[in-house]
């Protein structure tokens, strides 16, 4: 498990920096960076925290990856999970926040 | 469910009500959270040290309340660290004399400013993790163990910490932390082998499997708990908090 970020996408702002439970992100000259990427346990905080929508989240191919992307985009009332797949088509998930966290 | 696995099953095409899981056993590592293990608390979430409270993985006493279990225990913590703060106020620690301040101001001194690069932080971890899968019940082992293994394991980690004495952190705050990370692990590690060790009977079938004592005995159905004394971990066995009873701090 681990993160991608696009560098052309970053804006530098240290906000994966802050949420990292993992105290993984650091920003240099601008750009965030994983500096333990076999650290990273996949909580996906980051993914959900940055403005920019530069961070990916993919499995890495020791735990059975095949190259697929996974990030977040936020509705308002609902969060909507993309999986990018390596042959370029995707797949949605829509947690209503609301009920996100009902059991 | 973690998202890497959402990730993994949507990327295979084929979700657990189509395909079989495959699953290995994972979770007796140095982690409380599945077992009963974990720090000491009271009703209200406090440990057994004033003003400090814990919640979820690392409050012990009751095994496997997932997520669900920590967020009320979360809450119940919360809530008595509220009353605390109002009826006592925010909780100092003046336990340590001057001199024991000196003392470990000059340790995470010497820790932060050592140049010495023998062995790194993340070496020294790799040799405890090896040490704890072989010698004290990990997954090398298929979680058993015995008194012999746990001894050699004992040995190895002290040696391993005598070791980390040596780190350096090279003046870079990381470093120093990961310094401080792994100095905790290990003891974590001494603390998991004498509890290990101090239960002569197999308790949690599957999660440690005792080679000495490998069945269930009623003569058991206590708390093997331990405070640390003098830098020595010292076990002491407290009694079962049954359903419907309530529990203080007595010792």
Known sequence: ?103 | MSPAQTLKWIEAGKGPAERNVEIEGTEPYVVGGHTASGYWINDKRQTTLQGLYAAGDVAGGCPQKYVTGAFVEGELAAKAVQEYIFSEGVYRDNSMSAKQNEEKYSEVQHFFASENDLYTAAELEEAMQKTMDDYAGGIARQYRFNETQLNIADKRIRRIEQLSNQLGAKGELYKLLQIYELRERLMVCKVLIAHLRARKETRWHSFAENLDYPDKSSDWERYVNSKLENGEVKIIFRELIRRGEHYEHKN
Do not use: F
């Open chain 1, 1 to 103: 498990m681990s993160i991608k970020i696009d560098e052309g996408s970053c804006i530098g702002c240290g906000r994966c920096s802050d949420i990292c439970p993992g105290n993984l992100l650091v920003v240099d000259n601008n750009l965030a960076r994983i500096r333990e990427p076999q650290a990273c346990w996949g909580c996906t905080a980051c993914v959900k925290e940055c403005p920019a929508n530069a961070i990916r989240s993919y499995l890495g191919a020791d735990m059975g990856g095949s190259g697929s992307l996974l990030y977040v985009k936020d509705h308002e009332d609902t969060l909507e999970w993309i999986i990018q797949k390596a042959d370029g088509t995707t797949e949605s998930i829509i947690i209503y926040k609301a009920n996100s966290n009902t059991y």
